[in-house]
């Protein structure tokens, strides 16, 4: 199986992009976690593959991406598989060509959120040659069921309640409880896209070995899926306030690589600063320099010594640009910026 070997770099806040993956405030929301990380994940997106579209906050923000850089002609060809209609409708009010698994069989690349991942990036929650997931740091779990959130299982309408004791029944060791989940607006039954019900189950405990628990329930009468996915995600891209992880898993064993993480970390925010904030990528250096005043500030001289600069290689003509409202936010005053071939220079300076 092909194995995704992420070349980890700080999504790039590219100037023609209407919406940067790093935003300069100093508190960076779940949301903007969710969109590095989606970013990221498109990364892999090449020209002529056929993808997997996933579902939910996350996966949402990869299909906008997917679909911006089709706009742009950065990406050509490309045929999207949805995986609901909320999803179908999203790429095609986008633009995003699609079509289903019938015609095309063969998903070169994944891409959708999780609810949780567990050390072994087992998760509750694809497809594909590659399946990439990508979460916020808030999905890490030790184990399945470890946030305490639910584990979907899809039933047929049917007998649905004789379905909850069963599955109850059989993870009472784990102190499990079960809902039929319901529509907040009217209390009705959630409906799937395949016109089945949907039973979340809580554990209070670890359920033990995956594989054994996902084949006993999928024994059971009456269920369609489950929502765990068990040794599936190929690299799952965690965007944390630290930074970004990727964590692959090579071959078929469960060796994981976890990949450099990426700077934008205290440490080598610290790093960066000494070095003059040499090599930084754009996203570093907002926090590079959002982390330098904290430092000022906290050494109690907000108004002196405040010049930060950083040297870029490849970055596009007029990212100082866009740089400067990350700068200003922070009192900070464009001072000068060269283009020395391949490496960009820009220096600011604390406003008076
Ligand atoms: O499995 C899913 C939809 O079926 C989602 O990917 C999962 O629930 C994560 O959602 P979000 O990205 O909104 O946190």
């Known amino acids: 199986m092909a194995v995704a070997h992420a070349t980890i770099e700080p999504p790039t806040l590219m100037v023609s992009s209407p919406a940067p993956p790093l935003c ?23 020209s002529g593959m056929v993808v997997g579209l996933g579902t939910g906050s996350t996966a949402k923000h990869a299909v906008d991406r997917i679909a911006h850089l089709l706009q742009q002609g950065k990406l050509k060809d490309i045929v999207g598989i949805p995986t609901s209609t909320k999803t179908h409708e999203q790429a095609v009010s986008l633009g995003i060509p699609l079509s289903n698994l019938d015609s095309h069989p063969v998903v070169d690349l994944a891409i959708d959120g999780a609810d949780e991942v567990d050390p072994e990036l087992n998760l509750v929650k694809g497809r594909g040659q590659k399946f990439i997931v ?8 030790n184990y399945v069921g470890g946030s305490r959130l639910a ?75 489950h929502g765990m996915f068990i040794g599936l995600a190929t690299s799952v891209i965690v965007a944390g306030v630290d930074g970004v992880t990727v964590k692959s898993k090579v071959g078929n064993e469960l060796e994981m690589r976890q990949e450099r993480q990426i700077g934008f970390n205290r440490q080598n925010q610290n790093e960066a600063l000494q070095r003059g904030g040499e090599n930084l990528g754009s996203g570093q250096l907002m926090m590079a ?10 050494a109690g001289c907000p108004k002196r010594g405040a010049a930060a600069e950083a040297k870029i290689g490849q970055r596009p003509n007029g990212w100082a ?3 400067r409202p990350a700068a200003a936010a922070l009192g900070l005053v464009f001072v000068t910026s060269t283009n020395v071939v391949a490496n960009q220079r820009v220096q600011f300076t604390k406003g008076s």
């Open 151 to 225: 584990m979907p299982v899809e039933v047929i309408p049917f007998c649905w309640n004789h379905s909850l004791t069963r599955l109850v029944s059989l993870f009472a060791y784990a102190g499990c409880v079960g809902e039929l989940r319901k529509y907040a607006e009217n209390g009705e039954a959630f409906v799937t896209d395949n016109g089945n019900y949907i039973i979340d189950l809580y554990f209070e405990k670890d359920i033990g070995d995956l594989k054994e628990a996902s084949d006993a329930i999928l024994r059971l009468p009456g269920i369609v899926e």
């Open 24 to 46: 300069p405030s100093v508190n960076l929301t779940q949301d903007d976690l969710k969109k590095i990380a989606a970013y990221k994940a498109v990364e892999h997106v090449k």
């Open 321 to 323: 640009a866009a740089l």
């Open 289 to 298: 320099l959002q982390r330098k005043t904290q430092l000022q500030r906290s």
């Open 134 to 141: 990508i979460v916020d740091e808030s999905k890490l779990v």
